[in-house]
Each structure stands twice: as C-alpha cells, then as structure tokens.
C-alpha cells in the first residue's frame, strides 16, 4: 500500500480511522487523511516507541490492524461501547499467525492443488529450533514446482513460522535484537521477518499488549516479562482527548502452585511528582485456577480501598479468563490485569 498522509484519501485511509478509533481516538471516519489524523497517529507512534513521522506505512498499518485484532476475513467494525453495559472485547487471535496462515493455504489448496496443500501441512508441523534450520526448506520451496501465487504464499507463511518457533518464547531484550540479526546474518527471512518480529512485541510469550475501553477511556497495557524471574513489569496507558497519558507503572508477581493454580500479584505504585514509588506490602491477588471459569481476587493492604467496579461490564464478565480453557502464565496475567483495570480503576493516575 502507498504511505499515508496528510492529503490521503480512500479506502485505505478509513481502515486506520476504524483502527485508531478502536485504540481510543476521537476521529471522524471520512476516508480522508487529515491533521487529526496525522495528530492521532503521532500520538500512537510516540506512545508505541514507533518512529514519530504522522505518516502510516505498510509496517505501521500491519500494527494497527494487529492491535485492533482485525482479521482481513470481512467487514470490520470498530470497537467502541455504545451503551452502558458493554461486551469485553473479543479473544485474541493465536500469535502465531504463521500456523494459520498455513492452515488457511492448506484448506484453500485442497482440491486444486494438493501438492501445496501437503506443503503447507509438512512446514506448520515443522518445529524449527533456529533461524539456520529453516534456510534449507526454504531453499527447497524457491526450487518447488509449485504454482507461482501459493508459492509465494507459502514462503512467506514459512519465515514467519520459522522465527515465530525460535523467539516465540524470547525475552525484550532478545526481540529488540531480532530486526539487525535478520539484516545483516538472515536477509533470506526478509522483509516478512520484520512482520514477525513486530508480531513477536505486541504479543508473544514473555512479551504483550492488550487494550480495552472502560467507560469512554481506553486503557492498553503493555507486560514484559523478566529472564530468570518470577516478575514483570506492567506500564498502563489511557487515551484520551487523542493523547497517551502513563496512568500506571508497577510490577506484578506470579507464582505457579503445585495445586493447578497460579497466583498473580499487582502490586502498587504511586505516581509522585516524575516518579512512581512502588510497595510490596499493597497488593491485588487474582488467583487462577485450571478447572475453573474465573479468577479469585483479594485485595491486600490499602489496595482494598481502591476498588471502583462502575466499569460498564457485567460483573460476572470481569472476573473470567480471557483465554477460557488456557492454564498458562500469560494467560493468568492477561486475566489479572484486565480486572485491575477494569475493578480497581482508582488505582490509576486520574487524566
């Protein structure tokens, strides 16, 4: 697609409206481009460690739909509550878009070209253990006899599988590594590896992203889990009035039980003149259950006093997993912060 700016106008130009209202922003969907626009996206690239230009690319596009979990497969609406009880935003689709990608090609071949289909099975059931193993099957699938359109698909689909295998589980500081890695010792993963690796930080294992509004505000939350730890780090946005404001920069805990359990501690941080003073001895607990629907939330200390459960949602709706049959950490804390968020808002720095 051509780069969008001030001046731009079409169809293109209403899909980053839908998705930047969807992240927050006040905007006007008229299919063009204009100051408010380049204003909102400012804000978003300065709020995501993006390269301020106001401008939207291909790559900033592929962020943006990400984050606004569109699925290319229809229409898409933007997700803005309209009434006083609203629904939780949907599950987030599996990270590792490869697989499906792959999936989808395999079906879509099936009858046609059965060849493709069977290629497209062999590489998703592939388990790739570094970036070097996968130049062999990709050297094999350039010299494939295969149709010209599902070839490239399929070579495409198998870079981003091979580096979703091998840093699916990375930390930051490894992912940040990722895009000088692939220009100066793998360029055969290019340019689909930087799609990956923009994937990779806004939600893979050890590093994710997540959004929801609560009344008129919406909040998105970014956790960085720390190597040989049990903790990670929580930094809290809201948007509003087409501005990031940091509401919230803590730590939080996990320990995984030996009773199918895992218990999340939010602990909590006040905002005092440019820094945040964090206490270990205030704390909201969520405990998550493997056979069970919910979460258990108990506030300790003065975290008691912070509870505010005006959010708009059903209750019985905030305090269920957001991956309902996930028993895994990242699922716990997912579920854990957005109950945060959602009951104990007084926490939050007031913007």
Do not use: C
């Not at 599950?91 to 395999?106: D, H």
């Not at 300790?300 to 005006?310: C, E, I, K, M, T």
């Amino acid at each position: 697609m051509e780069t969008i700016k001030v001046g731009s106008a079409g169809k293109d130009v209403t899909r980053v409206q839908q998705y930047l209202i969807t992240l927050g922003y006040q905007l006007v969907l008229d299919q063009k481009f204009g100051p408010e626009d380049e204003k909102a996206v400012r804000d978003f690239q300065s709020s995501y460690f993006l390269p301020v230009t106001g401008m939207v690319d291909d790559y900033l596009f592929r962020v943006l739909r990400t984050l606004a979990r569109d699925t290319e497969d229809g229409d898409f609406v933007p997700k803005v509550p309209t009434n006083a009880v609203a629904t939780l935003p949907p599950v987030p689709l599996t990270p590792n878009l490869a697989v499906r990608e792959l999936q989808k090609i395999g079906t879509t071949n099936r009858t046609t070209a059965p060849a493709v289909t069977q290629t497209a099975t062999n590489v998703a059931a592939k388990g790739y253990t570094s970036l070097a193993a996968g130049k062999p099957d990709f050297d094999a699938l350039v010299k494939a006899n295969l149709p010209a359109a599902q070839k490239s698909q399929l070579i495409a689909a198998l870079k981003k599988k091979v580096i979703w295998d091998v840093y699916g589980k990375a930390y930051k500081t490894d992912i940040d590594a990722l895009p000088n890695l692939l220009r100066t010792q793998h360029p055969w993963l290019l340019p689909e590896g930087m799609e990956a690796h923009m994937q990779l930080t806004l939600d893979s294992e050890n590093v994710f992203n997540d959004g929801f509004y609560r009344r008129n505000v919406y909040y998105n939350y970014a956790v960085e889990r720390q190597p040989n730890s049990d903790t990670a780090r929580l930094v809290i946005k809201a948007v509003k009035n087409n501005m990031s404001n940091l509401v919230y920069n803590s730590s939080l805990k996990y320990t995984v039980l030996p009773n199918n359990q895992i218990d999340v501690d939010i602990f909590l941080s006040r905002n005092v003149g440019y820094t945040w003073q964090e206490s270990r001895a205030d704390y909201l607990q969520s405990l998550f259950t493997a056979d069970r629907d919910t979460i258990t939330p108990t506030p300790v200390g003065s975290f008691s006093a912070l509870r505010d459960p005006n959010h708009g949602y059903n209750p019985a709706d905030v305090v269920k997993k957001v991956v309902a049959r996930d028993f895994s950490v990242k699922n716990a804390i997912k579920t854990a912060v957005r109950y945060f968020i959602l009951d104990y808002n007084k926490a939050l720095k007031v913007v």
